[in-house]
Nanobody, 125 residues
Framework: QLQLEESGGVLVPRGGSLRLSCVAD????????IGWFRQAPGKEREGVLC????????THLDSVKGRFTISRDNVKNTAYLDLNSLEPEDTAVYYC??????????????????WGRGTHVTVSS
């Protein structure tokens, strides 16, 4: 399984932008789907965006459509989440996860077999 590590989460003002990175350990990275999830305090983890092995992205959270973008660089074994026009409601711990199936499968947590430890994003108002 891949080992994943997120980075890039910081305190950012409302309306600001961030790039989160997810670095994977493993030469098989290109065959995996990579999903981004987030969890706010006291709430369930929710799927945000996913990119499959064919480099096809999918958005699973209506509130981030048009603001967040997922991408991947298979040479660097890295996936990215670009967050724009941030709102306080985006405050959460953001996790990346991999699915060896190569597909996003509706961004169900149970379909992802490896997880990073999360990176904190705090959006101030």
């Amino acid at each position: 399984q891949l080992q994943l590590e997120e980075s890039g989460g910081v305190l950012v003002p409302r309306g600001g932008s961030l790039r989160l990175s997810c670095v994977a350990d493993g030469s098989s990275f290109p065959s995996y789907a990579i999903g981004w999830f987030r969890q706010a305090p006291g709430k369930e983890r929710e799927g945000v965006l996913c990119i499959d092995w064919r480099d096809s992205p999918s958005t699973h959270l209506d509130s981030v459509k048009g603001r967040f973008t997922i991408s991947r660089d298979n040479v660097k074994n890295t996936a990215y989440l670009d967050l724009n026009s941030l709102e306080p409601e985006d405050t959460a711990v953001y996790y990346c996860a991999s699915s060896r199936s190569g597909y996003c499968s509706g961004l169900q947590s149970s379909n992802f077999d490896s997880w990073g430890r999360g990176t904190h994003v705090t959006v101030s108002s």
